[in-house]
């Protein structure tokens, strides 16, 4: 498609300002193309995320992806990254692994490719 990477740029862009609002520290982030799609992963420090907030975020981001979205994505998300940005987000990604242990937070998305 003709946006890909605009749209995974967005994917990042939204899970980076959900980390940095929940007060994560030291980003360190890898994006790239494998031959069934695109990946990206963020991981940062966050100390004392409690375990409810580790369950929102993992169910919102592993809902099933809705690719009629994807050309309403762009009006859809905003600037704060809330439950339903995050929502929007997992619709527009097809797995996300979340995890947490030793003050590491460590988001994985993939996201195959045709759409």
């Keep these: 498609m003709k946006h890909e990477f605009e ?5 990042m862009t939204d899970l980076l300002i959900y980390c940095h609002e929940l007060g994560a520290a030291d980003y360190h982030i890898d994006m790239g193309r494998e031959s069934d799609g695109y990946h990206c992963c963020i991981a940062c420090r966050l100390a004392g995320i409690p375990d409810k907030v580790l369950s929102e975020l993992e169910r ?19 600037e ?13 990604i097809d797995e996300a692994t979340v995890t947490y ?6 988001i994985r998305c993939m996201r195959s490719v045709g759409g």
């Design 80 to 92: 704060v990254a809330t439950d339903t940005e995050l929502t929007l987000v997992g619709m527009m």
């Design 7 to 11: 749209k995974n740029m967005r994917i």
């Design 60 to 78: 919102a981001l592993n809902i099933p992806r809705q690719k009629e979205i994807e050309q309403n994505f762009w009006g859809l998300s905003g």
């Design 101 to 106: 242990e030793n003050d590491s937070l460590v």
